[in-house]
């Protein structure tokens, strides 16, 4: 079982806002095994000495989609499925390469690539899934023309592939058994309509209460939970009134949505990446004008739904939402939060906060005894520059997930 001791530098513990001089940190396997600031004594352990740098845990992204390769949705109907699958490969190299050593999809990625990345097949970090996102008919991921009828594209197409559509409680009830059954380890709805959807207001409350309580009733008695794609106030506050644990996006967000996601502990996965790329990007790879007026709207009021969830004590992940050629723009993300947030706060909400979104606090998102060994080397303090945090990590001297390395320009 290898084993490493990293020593000297400086070290990011994300619940303190001060980096730590001195810390030295024990790895053996896949596991950290002691973290102290007086010298480790190991007779096995690989020597790194950080020199001039900073050792912290590795980010997480709470909302990505691998298998959303394309930036016009609709386009993924002339997309087979072994070409999905290879994009989905590429896409989470570069997510593990710029840093992320977790991420969480949100809808589309299945147990078949869960499964290559736990094997060791690619290179990936680790992954949480849920399987195909649930929409109503007519919601956010109901990807038909309207002159389509059934929503089942050819097997061999991607369309069907990330999404289905649930209808009344007993569909919506299958569905979610279905995906938790097929290895799903969340389960994600749309309840308001989305930028990227071309027949949905982005206004829209999608779902009646019933059937976001049947969701979330499933998915607690299955022993985990419901993640809602949600904009607006009034859908927000829908999806948490009727048990929805995490808001994703929730850029039009008022005080009184933010104050019940408060009191009910929901947690809230801004995006804002997403828009700004839209934004600069989008018309490129064919995002429509209905989709980019939609956009404008949701750009315009991100920073402040920062704002409305600090103030409320709403728990603030983080997460991209970037589709097919715009994910690398990932780690603008820490940049456009940098106008509402502090480094700090927005390291914590890529660590700490989606740790406990994905219920592995102790395991992911700091180097504690006993966490899996994700962690990286950063060349400065990212502490006073995220900027740090840029495509694919020229500033990451070391990283290393579940005790591999996967980058180690480094001498022992």
Same mark, same amino acid.
């Given at each position: 079982?290898?084993?490493?001791?990293?020593?000297?530098?400086?070290?990011?513990?994300?619940?303190?806002?001060?980096?730590?001089?001195?810390?030295?940190?024990?790895?053996?396997?896949?596991?950290?095994?002691?973290?102290?600031?007086?010298?480790?004594?190991?007779?096995?352990?690989?020597?790194?000495?950080?020199?001039?740098?900073?050792?912290?845990?590795?980010?997480?992204?709470?909302?990505?989609?691998?298998?959303?390769?394309?930036?016009?949705?609709?386009?993924?109907?002339?997309?087979?499925?072994?070409?999905?699958?290879?994009?989905?490969?590429?896409?989470?190299?570069?997510?593990?390469?710029?840093?992320?050593?977790?991420?969480?999809?949100?809808?589309?990625?299945?147990?078949?690539?869960?499964?290559?990345?736990?094997?060791?097949?690619?290179?990936?970090?680790?992954?949480?899934?849920?399987?195909?996102?649930?929409?109503?008919?007519?919601?956010?991921?109901?990807?038909?023309?309207?002159?389509?009828?059934?929503?089942?594209?050819?097997?061999?197409?991607?369309?069907?592939?990330?999404?289905?559509?649930?209808?009344?409680?007993?569909?919506?009830?299958?569905?979610?058994?279905?995906?938790?059954?097929?290895?799903?380890?969340?389960?994600?709805?749309?309840?308001?309509?989305?930028?990227?959807?071309?027949?949905?207001?982005?206004?829209?409350?999608?779902?009646?209460?019933?059937?976001?309580?049947?969701?979330?009733?499933?998915?607690?008695?299955?022993?985990?939970?419901?993640?809602?794609?949600? &904009?607006?106030?009034?859908?927000?506050?829908?999806?948490?009134?009727?048990?929805?644990?995490?808001?994703?996006?929730?850029?039009?967000?008022?005080?009184?949505?933010?104050?019940?996601?408060?009191?009910?502990?929901?947690?809230?996965?801004?995006?804002?990446?997403? &828009?700004?790329?839209?934004?600069?990007?989008?018309?490129?790879?064919?995002?429509?004008? &209905?989709?980019?007026?939609?956009?404008?709207?949701?750009?315009?009021?991100?920073?402040?739904?920062?704002?409305?969830?600090?103030?409320?004590?709403?728990?603030?992940?983080?997460?991209?939402?970037?589709?097919?050629?715009?994910?690398?723009?990932?780690?603008?993300?820490?940049?456009?939060?940098?106008?509402?947030?502090?480094?700090?706060?927005?390291?914590?909400?890529?660590?700490?906060?989606?740790?406990?979104?994905?219920?592995?606090?102790?395991?992911?998102?700091?180097?504690?005894?006993?966490?899996?060994?994700?962690?990286?080397?950063?060349?400065?303090?990212?502490?006073?520059?995220?900027?740090?945090?840029?495509?694919?990590?020229?500033?990451?001297?070391?990283?290393?997930?579940?005790?591999?390395?996967?980058?180690?320009?480094?001498?022992?």
């Amino acid at each position: 079982m290898p084993s490493f001791l990293f020593h000297n530098g400086r070290f990011l513990d994300p619940h303190s806002d001060e980096l730590l001089e001195g810390m030295e940190v024990l790895v053996e396997g896949n596991r950290v095994k002691d973290v102290s600031d007086r010298p480790i004594q190991s007779s096995s352990a690989v020597r790194i000495d950080i020199g001039d740098r900073t050792l912290m845990p590795g980010l997480i992204d709470a909302h990505v989609h691998i298998f959303l390769s394309e930036v016009n949705l609709t386009a993924l109907e002339d997309v087979p499925l072994t070409l999905l699958a290879a994009r989905g490969i590429a896409a989470l190299r570069d997510m593990l390469m710029r840093g992320f050593t977790t991420v969480r999809d949100v809808g589309g990625a299945d147990h078949g690539i869960k499964t290559a990345t736990e094997t060791g097949i690619v290179d990936s970090p680790r992954l949480f899934i849920a399987g195909k996102a649930i929409s109503q008919t007519g919601g956010h991921a109901d990807f038909r023309h309207k002159t389509q009828g059934a929503f089942e594209s050819p097997c061999s197409s991607a369309v069907s592939y990330t999404a289905r559509l649930a209808d009344g409680v007993p569909d919506v009830i299958r569905a979610v058994r279905d995906e938790l059954r097929k290895g799903a380890d969340h389960v994600k709805i749309m309840v308001s309509g989305g930028v990227a959807s071309q027949s949905d207001p982005l206004e829209s409350v999608q779902y009646r209460a019933d059937e976001i309580e049947a969701a979330c009733e499933e998915a607690t008695r299955w022993g985990t939970y419901t993640a809602a794609h949600a &904009y607006t106030a009034a859908a927000i506050m829908h999806a948490v009134g009727a048990g929805v644990r995490t808001v994703e996006h929730g850029n039009l967000i008022d005080v009184e949505a933010a104050a019940l996601m408060a009191d009910r502990g929901a947690f809230l996965v801004p995006t804002l990446v997403a &828009y700004d790329s839209l934004r600069r990007r989008g018309r490129d790879y064919g995002l429509t004008d &209905y989709s980019l007026a939609k956009n404008e709207t949701v750009l315009d009021a991100g920073l402040r739904s920062l704002e409305l969830a600090r103030a409320a004590g709403v728990p603030i992940g983080f997460g991209s939402d970037l589709l097919g050629q715009l994910q690398n723009d990932q780690c603008r993300e820490f940049l456009i939060r940098r106008e509402a947030m502090s480094p700090q706060e927005i390291i914590r909400s890529a660590t700490l906060v989606n740790a406990r979104i994905l219920r592995r606090e102790g395991q992911l998102g700091e180097l504690v005894p006993g966490a899996f060994a994700d962690l990286l080397v950063v060349d400065g303090n990212p502490y006073e520059d995220v900027g740090l945090f840029a495509d694919l990590g020229p500033c990451l001297s070391i990283i290393m997930k579940d005790g591999c390395f996967h980058r180690n320009s480094l001498s022992s």
